[in-house]
């Protein structure tokens, strides 16, 4: 790939920022900011006083540039990011810096979570010039938009083996005014390459078996058996690969696969990576043995592990698991759950300015709230030494050891010993709420609170805590309130401010929110509503390919897919998702045509690198092997459904409904047609394809019944 400027390319960093926006500002406040101040964005608005001139992404902003003629200085960053602070203190906040931008460029500031579509168009040009990627993304564009040179953190002046931002500002100054034809010309180039990657016009084939078996060779080889895991550091959750693990261990037994999965979740519920006092996750350990985190919290990652914990805590009995899964649910509720329904977004890395302050803790600090005796055993067992800090003193509280083999050092049972710690983190909790703590980003997105709707259901459905089922309902009330009204949903609200984009992801992961949630509650408002939202996702996202386009407008002149599976699952196999199991609950071959359009054309892609496309490959389990439909009609003592509460049943569609509702969807009449409580009795129909085992009306009957048909590996004992 060209590169036009002649500076060293430099490694990226992927990192983590925030600040929640202000409320009724004063007229001062806002005559002396940029026209960030405006956005909805915390993100942005965090921006809106630096001395820097920045708009936001839109079509004025370019119309500027090319007024001007002046290039763009594009920065994409998110509100939780370590580095983008960083880069902002040094750089944006710089009075001689902003000035040269202000002179030369036209500055656009970008929130990705705002604009997915806008920051991977430009990722994959950066990564196609430099080999790398990250945040802050910081890209050089035309006034066309077409970009021609790009990095990610760069300090103000060279060091650590990187180039200077002041540098290569006057550099790319330079090149504009004396090489812009030959610049543009190499833009023109970049963007064409680049753009045509993102078309991925793949040969559609035929889906087959090869495909799910590949998953686990795949795991097996990139698997740390020895901290657990996939590759070395920094070391991500691969909640999507565990998630797809378990679900082929309970349809072919495949021990492997199991043993990859569980042997990953102890070690990261033991890591630092999860925040044993307060609950949750980081979003990665920057370590292979998962101690040390990257310190900022993301809902989506949040949301994505509970469920897994939730099925490894079904398959094994091990509370541990539960009790994890049921910690991080309690810190999305009281943490990050807003008052009018929704999650907030993230937790910010820093406070005060330093990394994981919050989080971290002194040997001292600990004695001196708990005493010498217990502070000494607490800091024994959760590895408080100061020595794995990198700077202070302090450390990350993480285990070592399962609670057991800590019961057995100290010659205490499980039960007392686990007691004890709980009441020893409850104070030290109480004492870390004292601290300044990390900023919350308060925008709430659609597509993650889809995930999040999906793990309280799942929590719900475990568990039987009412409250996660409360605030699934409350969340879903809020994200669909507009799309009943106009048929669009929003990406994105902070407080009264909304962000209009259409994306994909959008759309296809608050259906399958609702389709749980459907399936759960048994009100068919929320199966109304995932139609509705699968139907819309065909004539807002349609292309030339049967891949939907990752958002429903162009960025620069194209239209971007990404049908790779990353941190979040890809807005199409999310949508893959939807459809096969909307056409395993209806039998409508509408939906099973679009489903199959989302993993034909990656056929080859999926053999290759099946690590890339976890969910997806869920599109390819439901396609190949359709799950069964279990009806349960019962009222709300769901004394059937309290039987299938305690097993895991992955390759089974759950549908719950209250005796005495009525069903107003036309698309469930195959399902639930002649589906009637027997003499007033719970009754509990097991089919496949719409061919049902003859009805049972006791909880001792239907256990007989999944263990005779699924057999009584859902849970090992």
């Given at each position: 790939m060209p ?13 983590s920022?925030n600040?929640p ?10 005559l ?6 405006r956005?909805?964005?915390p ?6 006083h ?6 936001p992404?839109s079509?004025?902003a370019?119309?500027?540039a ?11 960053g998110?509100?939780a ?9 040094e750089s ?5 810096i902003?000035?040269f ?5 036209v500055?656009?500031k ?7 579509d ?10 196609s ?9 910081s890209?050089?564009l035309?006034p ?5 040179f790009?990095?990610t ?5 060279a ?6 931002f ?6 790319v100054a330079?090149?504009w005014?004396?090489?812009?034809a030959e610049?543009v ?5 970049i963007h064409?390459?680049f ?8 040969k559609?084939q035929?889906?087959?078996r090869d ?13 740390d058996?020895?901290h657990?895991?996939?590759g ?10 565990l998630t797809?693990?378990?679900?082929y261990?309970?349809?072919n037994?495949d ?11 102890e ?6 990576i999860?925040?044993?006092l307060?609950g949750g ?7 292979a ?6 310190f ?5 990652d ?5 469920p ?5 805590y ?5 509370n541990?698991?539960?009790?994890v ?12 759950e807003?008052?009018e ?7 910010d890395?820093?406070s ?16 001196e ?19 794995d ?10 285990l070592?050891?399962?609670l ?10 499980e039960?007392?010993?686990?007691e ?10 109480i004492?870390r ?6 900023d ?7 597509d993650?609170n889809g995930f999040m709707?999906s ?12 409250r996660?089922?409360s ?15 106009t ?9 009264e ?15 399958n929110?609702l ?18 939202l ?6 807002l996202?349609s ?14 002149g194209t ?5 790779y599976?990353s ?8 949508a ?16 099973h045509?679009?489903a ?22 869920l599109?390819?389990e ?15 003592s ?10 895991y ?5 759950i549908?719950?409904?209250?005796s005495e509702?009525?069903?107003?969807a036309?698309?469930?009449?195959s ?5 009637v ?10 089919c496949?394809?719409?061919t049902?085992h003859q ?13 005779q ?8 004992h």
């Open positions: 590169n036009a400027l002649e500076i060293p390319r430099v490694r990226g960093i992927i990192c920022c600040i926006p202000r409320v009724n500002e004063p007229e001062d406040y806002i002396t900011a940029n026209a960030l101040i956005e909805a964005s993100y942005l608005r965090q921006h809106a630096n001395p820097v001139d920045w708009l992404w079509d004025t370019f119309l500027t090319e007024a001007r003629d002046k290039p763009v200085f594009l920065s994409i998110y509100a990011c370590h580095w983008c602070h960083v880069m902002e203190r944006f906040e710089d009075s001689t902003a000035a931008l202000n002179e030369h460029f500055c656009i970008v929130d990705r979570e705002e604009r997915p806008v920051d991977h168009h430009y990722m994959q040009a950066v990564q010039m430099t080999g790398q990627g990250g945040w802050p993304l890209v050089f035309t066309d938009s077409k970009p021609f790009g990095g953190y760069w300090p103000p002046v060091r650590w083996q990187r180039p200077g002041f540098d290569i500002l006057r550099s330079d090149v005014q004396s090489k812009r610049l010309s190499m833009a023109s180039q064409e390459s753009s045509a990657n993102l078309r991925f016009t793949g559609e035929e889906i087959g495909l799910l078996r590949n998953v686990v060779g795949s795991a097996a080889e990139r698997f058996s020895d657990g895991g996939f070395s550091a920094p070391k991500f959750p691969h909640a999507m690969e797809f693990l378990l679900r261990w309970a349809r037994r021990d492997q696969a199991l043993s990859i999965v569980l042997f990953t979740l070690r990261m519920m033991r890591g630092g999860y925040d044993h307060g996750f980081h979003r990665y350990s920057t370590d043995q998962w101690h040390i985190p990257h900022e919290k993301m809902l989506y949040n949301a994505l592990l509970v897994v914990y939730l099925d490894a079904l398959i094994t009995r091990n541990e698991f539960r009790q899964a049921q910690a991080t649910l309690d810190w999305a509720l009281r943490e990050m807003m008052e329904g929704g999650f907030a977004s993230s937790l890395a820093d005060e300015g330093q990394e994981g302050l919050f989080y971290r803790w002194t040997p001292c600090e600990i004695i709230i708990l005493g010498n005796k217990r502070g000494e055993r607490f800091c024994s067992i959760y590895g408080v030494t100061g020595e800090s990198r700077e202070g003193g302090d450390s990350v509280p993480h070592s050891e399962s057991a083999a800590t019961a057995a050092r100290y010659r205490l049972s039960n007392e010993l686990a004890q710690l709980a009441a020893d983190r409850a104070s030290l909790c004492a709420e004292k601290r300044a703590r990390p919350r980003d308060e925008k709430v997105l659609t993650w709707i793990a309280l259901v799942r929590g719900y459905t475990a568990l039987g805590d009412e996660y089922l605030a699934a309902q409350h969340a879903a009330n809020r994200l669909t309130n507009c799309f009943e009204r048929g669009r949903l929003r990406h994105s609200y902070v407080r401010r909304f962000n209009e984009t259409q994306l994909l992801l959008d759309y296809s992961a608050l259906g929110g389709l749980d949630l459907f399936m759960t509650a048994g009100d068919t408002r929320w199966f109304d509503l995932s139609v509705r699968a139907r819309t996702v065909d004539t996202f292309g030339e390919s049967d891949l939907y386009a990752m958002s429903a407008s162009p960025v620069a239209a971007p897919l990404d049908p599976d941190a979040v699952p890809s807005g199409i196999s999310m893959g998702n939807l459809f096969a199991k909307l056409y395993c609950l209806t039998g409508e071959e509408w939906y045509a679009r199959t359009g989302q993993v034909r054309p990656l056929v080859d892609s999926m053999t290759c690198t099946p690590a890339a496309f976890p969910q997806g490959l599109t390819v439901l396609l190949l092997e359709p799950p069964a439909q279990l009806i349960l009609i019962e009222d709300q769901r004394l059937l459904w309290s039987v299938i509460r305690d097993r049943l992955p390759h089974v569609l549908v719950w409904t209250n509702s009525s069903h107003s036309t698309e469930l009449t399902l639930l047609s002649g589906k409580s027997l003499n007033g009795k719970p009754t509990a129909y097991l496949r394809g719409f049902c009805p049972v009306t006791s909880p001792d009957a239907l256990a007989v019944m999944i263990d048909s699924f057999g009584k590996r859902s849970a090992i």
